[in-house]
């Protein structure tokens, strides 16, 4: 296969700025990044020209439930090829599909559609930009009923090893996070059970207090969703959750920058209290992302978008319409600079993963998913594993 060397003014790795830089890309991979005077390019090679624009790594959405129409626990081919080809025009090259609490039966029916399609697409890497589906993300059913949101009552369920048990065998390989309420009975005994599959632990829907959620992190939660939506407000004598997680170096919070889910006087405390390193920017999107106001689906309820806003039929916020993109310049219009909003959605979740030497990170061996950002932090440009910008 022949090289493709994109040359932009500048890159960010996201580690590193470098400015006058090309990328080569080659088999599918990233095999040079640099200054354009230190990068042996091969006679030869496909030559890609994006003055004025920055290479950024492929962003990697570690909550996202559907986007452009449908949902992924519908789970067959055409709707998760549509969630992954939407998601990769706003810049996400790489995304964990996310489900709703649900009954256990077609809970696991999703699981198994999504396996499979994972499974039938490997090796990833098709002729058009699309997202590659990482595993899955399960939100629920071990969640607090106080701080449910928008998950239907009937099936939230205490923390169970048999249900957990069915579900990671519906899913086949392809479990990577498991969000609970640590304050559940069983919960801690839940953290060992899905740690010990290899699932990150996450903290979310939940009503714990402080002590809790610190159990549970002592236990090996390392991550919390949607940082101060669906959960215990914080105050000055109970923390709760927030106390916990906001002062607990090795857990990293996600949080929906759209505008509408977290003010922005929280968005800036959450930046001040974990630092650059320890956000992780996600959508939270339904399948109503990249799509006109109107009626959808989100697992399996229906949700009501207008401005953009998506609601349940009681009113409530019911995931987003958000795109990362759009998260980033947010983030950044509240003055995080461009190169720690852009790590909090590249090297920052595809760190939680285990996969930073692979994903969300431009360097020499990593798969070749990137994004050209104009000078407004508009997405100019998609290549996921080489597909993409010719
Ligand atoms: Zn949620």
Redesign the pocket.
Known sequence: MTATAIYADRALTPLEEITDCVVLVEDRRISAVGRRDSVRVPPGACEIRAPGMTIVPGFVDVHIHGAGGHDVMEADPAALDAVARTAARFGTTSLVATTVTAALDPTCHSLEGIARFIRDKSPPGGDAPEAEILGIHF?GPFISHARR?VHPEDWIAVPSASSLSRMLGAAAGCGKILTLAPELPGALDLVDAARAEGLVVAM??TDAIYDEAQAAIQRGARHA??VFN?MRPFSHRETGVLGAVLTSPDVTTELIADGVHVDPAAMRLLFAAKGAARVVLVS?ATSAAGMPDGTYRLGTFEVTVSGGVCRNIHGRLAGSTLTLDRALRNVVALGVPLPDAARMLTLNPATLLGLELTKGVLAPGADADLVLLNSDMHVAGVMTRGAGFN
Do not use: L, R, Y
């Open positions: 939100e949101g979310g829907h969703v949607h669906a939270d």
